[in-house]
């Protein structure tokens, strides 16, 4: 059996392509990515004013991309939770509830990361 894709250049910066215009998409439209991409900055900066060393910066920036990852993902649930049930649904809303909780997680989770490392700074 023949393989559908094939690999090629053009398929794989299409779907870069295709990426970019999703995090455009989240940086225009979705006020939460905004927030935490406001947060990211506001971090970074501050990480350089204190000095952090390598191993620092590499869970930090863990800490952002899956806080990140997780908007992303819950801003997708929910386009398609709207999509196939516009009207109000129990059981859309605990899908969106669940979705956002996994967001808060990881935003909670990289508050208090960031305290043990800044905290140590100050």
């Known amino acids: 059996m ?7 250049p053009s ?20 006020k939460n990515f905004q927030i935490h991409t406001t947060a990211v900055l506001v971090v970074s ?15 930090i920036i ?6 990140l990852l997780g908007e992303a993902l819950n801003s997708a649930l929910e386009k398609i939770c709207d999509y196939v049930a516009p009207e109000k649904q129990d059981l859309i809303k605990i899908a969106k509830d669940v979705a956002a909780a ?9 508050v208090i990361i960031a305290f043990i490392i800044f905290g140590c700074k100050i």
């Open 11 to 30: 398929r794989i910066i299409k779907s870069f392509g295709y990426a970019i215009e999703g995090v455009f998409y989240l940086l225009k439209n979705e």
């Open 45 to 59: 900066v501050t990480g350089f004013y204190f000095g952090l060393e390598p191993w620092e910066w590499c869970i």
């Open 2 to 8: 023949k393989p559908k894709h094939t690999f090629s």
């Open 62 to 67: 863990l800490c952002f991309m899956l806080v």
């Open 102 to 110: 996994g967001v808060f997680l990881a935003a909670l989770g990289t």
